[in-house]
Structure formats: structure tokens, C-alpha cells
């Protein structure tokens, strides 16, 4: 993903802002890492670029 995404990506429960931890980055690309909702306390992954952004409850069904 590339890091100008989190200006408009929220938390899919509360709407609040995101916070981004780079795991792995190849040039301007966030290829690993996640984003954290604090308000929720919860983390989302990043993993081959792709932010994975569905609710703690409807992930691995």
C-alpha cells in the first residue's frame, strides 16, 4: 500500500484514524507492517501491500 492511503483509510468499527507501523517497505510501497486503531485497540495487518481491513470478529470464518 502506498502511505498516502492512510489520509483516508478509518477503522472499519469506529471510523477513527488509523496509525501505520511499517514492517517491510520496497521503495514508496508498504509491502508488510500494520495499522492500529487506537480507540479500538485493535491492529490490522499489511501483508503483500494489502491492508486487511475487516473487523476482528469476521476475520479467519
Given at each position: 500500500?502506498?502511505?498516502d492511503?492512510?489520509?483516508i483509510l478509518r477503522?472499519?468499527?469506529c471510523?477513527?484514524?488509523l496509525t501505520l507501523?511499517?514492517?517491510r517497505r520496497e521503495g514508496d510501497e508498504i509491502l508488510t507492517g500494520s495499522l492500529r486503531?487506537?480507540?479500538?485497540a485493535v491492529d490490522y495487518?499489511?501483508?503483500d501491500g494489502?491492508?486487511?481491513?475487516?473487523?476482528p470478529d469476521e476475520r479467519d470464518l
Open positions: 500500500m502506498k502511505p492511503l492512510l489520509e477503522c472499519p468499527v471510523r477513527s484514524e507501523t511499517v514492517g486503531c487506537a480507540q479500538c495487518p499489511i501483508e494489502i491492508p486487511d481491513l475487516l473487523p
